[in-house]
């Protein structure tokens, strides 16, 4: 295994003005690129979901108590809005919606590597600068851009959320209980690469140097073969953005040959949603298009 020999340990996290970004991913609603992230359009981040969700679930199952989801609460989200922040920043934000008593639109949270790092490949293109991956403070799950900011503000201030000068949609969770998540978001990823590419390994140091950006400018952006959840399986459902991977296609196949018939294009979709509905309740199972332990076990 080889060593980078620059790697970015200790950096500050770096501010971004995050409003050009948002109205990027506002554009289009699509799918996974089927390629590399170096080839990727920058037509919306999205276009790296499926690289995203497993990177995401990496972290999940190395810090389970520390990086949680938000999409529980009163909240829409934006095709690209991944709803994960940590935990003490998700009661605060959870709190300020109760008090508010309104949904609250949620357009940025937590921003994966993958996504970053399309971003910082476009940055020339950008008015704003753009954060290494690393190094950005949507990569710290304490950060969130929102509609609505002002008539937001005096409910997130109150529990912790601090609105960022200069960046009206920005809000940046400033409270006790945080760690800093930047490295973990990148070992995440060179596990992962690690994993898929055993003859091609590089160093799992959580530092972001020319190795480890130049194997994340090679990965798939619908994401790798050998996922997180093949060992430990993701509850699956209809969510935003859109749960997609090899797991979403073996469901869709279990279901087709359970005789739900279900379009098998690895995108937890509408129709899914359906089709697990009417499995679910062919076997007796509650109907609520959750796709756990007990339904998993019926499709065995």
Known sequence: MTNSSDILFNQPVIIEACEEFVQ????????????????????????????????????????????????????????????????????????????????????????????????????????????????????????????????????????????????????????????????????????????????SQIGEDGGFGPQTEDALNRSPAQGFAKAPWDDNPRTLRLAMPRMEGSDVIKLQEALNKAGVVVGADGEFGPGTDTAVKEFQQKKGLKPDGIVALKTREQMA
């Open 24 to 199: 990027r991913d506002m554009l289009e609603l699509r799918g996974s690129f089927p390629g590399l992230l170096q080839d990727a359009p920058m037509s919306s981040t999205a276009v790296v979901n499926g690289l995203s969700q497993q990177l995401i679930y990496q972290l999940q199952l190395m810090m389970p108590d520390a990086f949680v989801s938000f999409d529980d609460l009163n909240v829409d989200l934006l095709d690209a809005a991944f709803p994960y922040v940590q935990t003490s920043a998700k009661e605060g934000l959870h709190r300020a919606i109760q008090d508010r008593g309104q949904t609250i639109q949620v357009n940025s949270a937590y921003r994966t590597i993958a996504q970053q790092m399309l971003l910082y490949n476009d940055r020339f293109n950008n008015s704003n600068p753009v954060a290494p991956p690393g190094t950005s403070n949507h990569q710290t799950g304490l950060a969130i851009d929102i509609e609505d900011a002002i008539g937001w503000e005096s409910y997130l201030m109150q529990y912790g959320w601090q609105p960022l000068a200069g960046d009206p949609p920005h809000f940046d969770y400033i409270g006790d209980g945080t760690i800093d998540l930047r490295s973990n978001s990148i070992l995440a990823f060179q596990q992962l690469w690690n994993l898929n590419n055993p003859d």
